[in-house]
T-cell receptor, first 115, second 110 residues
């Protein structure tokens, strides 16, 4: 079946512009996660959703970052007034449910470059 | 101190060699542990979960040492296709944040 998909695959933007990143989880997966991976770095947790609810937003780097999920499916991560340090690969993952032993399935990521 | 720490490597080993990586975690309340594999410019994929009693999947063996707060991954009979970055992942009771290590890079040489 279809895996996690993300769009766009690549995004180049100018400093100060807003960007919106999209994630389509695997059908039937109730949990969805966003991560950021900078060049040569590990994955940095940003936020997770159980259904449409985001119980833990502590990973969002600043108030320029926001995320929402509607209909228990598609999620969008929005970065306002982008800065050069926002350049990274933004990865989305989904899992069947929200349990500590659940496998997370990752999408291919969106490569964001802020000029 | 980082929550999850790994030796970044790279580990350069010949084909057929046995190689082991360790990953230490700082939170004693950590509950679940995983190894993910990430190929260059690709997304991470689950390699194996790590169970308290240790577990094996073919050439791969994972172990957990709660007393010393580390997990390990052993790869036997290394193949060229094992070349990748291996990410240690830890979750903690009370939160569903998956904490990733920065990864250990393995290069298997012909």
């Amino acid at each position: 079946g279809a895996g996690v998909s993300q769009s766009p695959s690549n995004k180049v933007t100018e400093k100060g512009k807003d960007v919106e990143l999209r994630c389509d989880p695997i059908s039937g997966h109730t949990a969805l996660y966003w991560y950021r991976q900078s060049l040569g770095q590990g994955l940095e947790f940003l936020i997770y959703f159980q259904g449409n609810s985001a119980p833990d937003k502590s990973g969002l780097p600043s108030d320029r970052f926001s995320a929402e999920r509607t209909g228990g499916s598609v999620s969008t991560l929005t970065i306002q007034r982008t800065q050069q340090e926002d350049s990274a690969v933004y990865l989305c993952a989904s899992s069947l449910g929200l349990a500590l032993q659940e496998t997370q399935y990752f999408g291919p990521g969106t490569r964001l470059l802020v000029l | 101190r980082k929550e999850v720490e790994q030796d970044p490597g790279p580990f350069n080993v010949p084909e057929g060699a046995t190689v082991a990586f360790n990953c230490t975690y700082s939170n004693s309340a950590s509950q679940s542990f995983f190894w993910y594999r990430q190929d260059c410019r690709k997304e991470p994929k689950l390699l194996m979960s790590v169970y308290s009693s240790g577990n094996e999947d073919g050439r791969f063996t994972a172990q957990l040492n709660r007393a010393s707060q580390y997990i390990s991954l052993l790869i036997r009979d290394s193949k060229l296709s094992d070349s990748a970055t291996y990410l240690c992942v830890v979750t903690t009771s009370g939160t569903y944040k998956y904490i990733f290590g920065t990864g250990t890079r393995l290069k298997v040489l012909a």
